[in-house]
């Protein structure tokens, strides 16, 4: 089994799973370093690090720190703990698996295109929408973008919205954002952007409060005009400048405990 590719599996369907791996040994172990384990939410588990009464308690452990949300490195007296003959000891460093992050990216004009290439290299799945077929079969010598040539009011209803979704609006039509943003301002995001004027903004956030479409609260949360102000131009400056924020708001939601990660050597 690669345990890899189930990883990316499990990351791309959302799934919650925490990875156990042992990283130190001493004296007789069932398995050595290296040795990998994957955990899932309902206690299933992928890989081995020993059976027996470790890997139960091991599985314990896991689900608690995928409930915290948190790394955290776990030592094992196989004799006196767990009633193992083997009698050696093991280190066994749990982290849940950070989930991958959906990005929408809805208009594959210049911008959007950019957009998607860049994002590549910074661990989003990326989908890129548009309903110009011309602008989409752009995008098709980059095989690891998912490109969705669809009517977009058609298609908003068949999308999974969830705390790791990035939405970017940037289509060629004033309306047809402003039809997108209603739509996924009412969904469970990590980000939501539009590109625009500021007069373009301010006359949607009147329109979203005159029709109660939205609150003030919900419309201050949206990213618009999008992109960090690096008083960007072309397309691919606009772009990095996007994808700027994009980084800063996944960067923001994961904080690693330092302390946790701080090897019993580097303890001292």
């Not at 990283?23 to 384990?37: D, Q, V």
């Not at 009633?83 to 594959?108: H, Q, S, W």
Request: aromatic share 6%; net charge neutral.
């Amino acid at each position: 089994m690669n345990l890899y590719s189930t990883i990316e599996d499990v990351r791309k369907s959302g799934v919650d799973a925490v990875l156990c791996t042992i990283i130190h040994t001493k004296g007789s172990t069932p398995r050595k370093i290296g040795a990998k384990m994957l955990v899932l939410a309902d206690g299933t588990i992928k890989g081995t690090i020993g059976g027996g009464n470790l890997e139960k308690e091991v599985i314990k452990n896991a689900l608690i720190q995928l409930k915290k949300n948190e790394p955290k490195l776990f030592k094992h007296d196989l004799l006196h703990q767990h009633n193992m003959c083997c009698g050696g000891t093991v280190e066994i460093f749990i982290e849940p698996i950070d989930k991958m992050k959906r990005l929408y990216i809805f208009g594959a004009g210049h911008t959007g295109q950019a957009l998607a290439k860049y994002a590549l290299a910074m661990d989003f799945e990326i989908f890129v929408i548009d309903d110009r077929k011309e602008y989409i079969d752009q995008l098709k010598e980059v095989p690891a973008i998912n490109k969705l040539h669809v009517d977009y009011k058609k298609v908003l209803p068949t999308l999974p919205f969830d705390e790791n979704t990035f939405v970017v609006i940037l289509t060629y039509e004033h309306e047809i954002d402003r039809d997108i943003l209603s739509f996924c301002i009412k969904k469970p995001h990590a980000y939501l952007g539009m590109i625009g004027s500021q007069r373009k903004i301010e006359m949607t956030k009147k329109m979203f409060l005159d029709a109660g479409i939205a609150t003030k609260k919900q419309l201050e949360k949206v990213n618009m005009p999008i992109g960090k102000n690096i008083l960007a131009e072309t397309p691919e400056e606009i772009a990095i400048s996007i994808l700027a924020e994009l980084i800063e708001m996944k960067n923001s939601s994961t904080t690693p405990l330092k302390e946790e990660l701080i090897s019993p050597l580097e303890r001292g």
